[in-house]
Each structure stands twice: as C-alpha cells, then as structure tokens.
C-alpha cells in the first residue's frame, strides 16, 4: 500500500520562500504524476502543480510563476517550493500521487493517496 | 471562486439518502473530463470517494455513488449514517486553464 509522508517549515515570514518535501513509501514511483494542493484554513482544496518521474511539470497558471516541483527519483520523494509568500499563502499543504491517464486533450487524473498535510503560516 | 460548483450544505436523517451536485462548464466537466469524488473529514487530509464518473476505490461503501451528465457530475448517499458528516469535495480538469479544479466543497449533517 502506497504511502506520502511529507515534512517541511511551518512557520514564514512575508517573502520567505515556503519549501516542503514529500516521500514515497511502497509501490511504483515512475508511472504517475505527483502532485501539491493546498487548502487554506476554513476554505476550499486548490492544485498547484504535478511533476513525473522523468520531471516534466505543470503548475497552475495562477501560481506558475512562484512555484518549482522538483523530484529525486532515487530517493522517490518530490518537492515543492513557493517563493515570496505572503499570508494569502497560509493553508495546509498536501501532497498526493496522481491516478489515472491523459491524452492529447488533457489529464484523466484523480488523487489518491494523499499525504498528512502541512500547515505552513505566513505572518511578520 | 471556484471552477467547480457545489452547495454549501446538504443534510438528511439516519438511512436517507442524499445528493450532491458539482455544475461546470463546457471546458471540464462538459468537455468530458472525468468527474472525482473526495471525503474530508474534520483534521483530516480527503480521502478518494469516487473516481472516473462512478468508480469506487476498493473500500468505500457501495452507498457512495458518483454519476455524470453533461456539464454535471453527482455524488449520491443513500442509508445515510452518521460517520458520513464530513465535507465533500468534486475534481475534475479544465482545459482552458490547464490544470486540475476543484469544487467549492459541500458539508454533509447527518440530523
């Protein structure tokens, strides 16, 4: 049975940069996408990105330009960095495998398992 | 706001059943993207409920059951209990903004 055990700073100043690791426990590393969601407190889930064994990624656009997924197949465990946080950025953060299949049109992904989630607060 | 529209809440009595919708649009859900189902509990990271319209993960109850119509998908509760209270959220992919949403989130109360 496949587990995500992830780990990382929880507390960060405005600006900081918000990095978090997640490993993977039993099963196939290669084969499927590997993804960050993050839900801020009282509020709703939102993807921020995946990566693949090989490294390919895609982020969300919203967010692109903060975000690096990086991965250490070796190692199976990937990474999430977020650069210039500010306290819109505190929310628990999640890693999950992404499952499924995709084709020239797009991901037929859903995410299972997930991690144990990270609460990371921004605040001066 | 989210992609994804669900209502805020749902609630029923012990052994009823209950629906909840998830509304998107013609470039997720209506441009044929697979609709996900996930259960969070309080404190807890979402559990997969439904994946691919109507599939269910080994391990989840056959009283949770996941359906798709046009630009809308649908989670069903039947024989309601009360470990069931929990909020519940849809997943799909859109192609305009390449990438995977999700729905605004609905909170089950079991009465």
């Known amino acids: 049975q496949v587990q995500l055990q992830q780990w990382g700073a929880g507390m960060l100043k405005p600006s900081e940069t918000l990095s978090l690791t997640c490993a993977v426990y039993?099963?196939?590393?290669?084969?499927?996408?590997w993804s960050w969601i993050r839900q801020p407190p009282g509020k709703g889930l939102e993807w921020i990105g995946e990566i693949n064994h090989s490294g390919s990624t895609n982020y969300n656009p919203s967010l692109k330009s903060r975000v690096t997924i990086s991965v250490d197949t070796s190692k199976k465990q990937f990474s999430l960095r977020l650069s210039s946080v500010t306290a819109a950025d505190t929310a628990v953060y999640y890693c999950a495998r992404g499952d499924g299949y995709y084709d020239n049109s797009g991901h037929y992904f859903w995410f299972d398992p997930w991690g144990q989630g990270t609460l990371v607060t921004v605040s001066s | 706001q989210s992609v994804l529209t669900q209502p805020p809440s749902v609630s029923g009595a012990p052994g009823q059943r209950v629906t909840i919708s998830c509304t998107g649009s013609?470039?997720?859900?209506?441009?044929?993207?697979?609709v996900h189902w996930y259960q969070q509990l309080p404190g807890t990271a979402p559990k997969l409920l439904s994946y691919g319209n109507n599939n269910r993960p080994s391990g989840v109850p056959d009283r949770f059951s996941g359906s798709k119509s046009g630009t809308s998908g649908s989670l069903a509760i039947t024989g309601l209990q009360a470990e069931d209270e929990a909020d519940y959220y849809c997943?799909?992919?859109?192609?305009?903004?390449?990438?995977?949403?999700f729905g605004s989130g609905t909170k089950v109360t079991v009465l």
């Open positions: 039993g099963g196939s590393f290669s084969g499927y996408y």
């Open positions: 013609s470039s997720n859900i209506g441009a044929g993207y697979d």
């Open positions: 997943q799909s992919y859109d192609s305009s903004l390449s990438g995977y949403v």
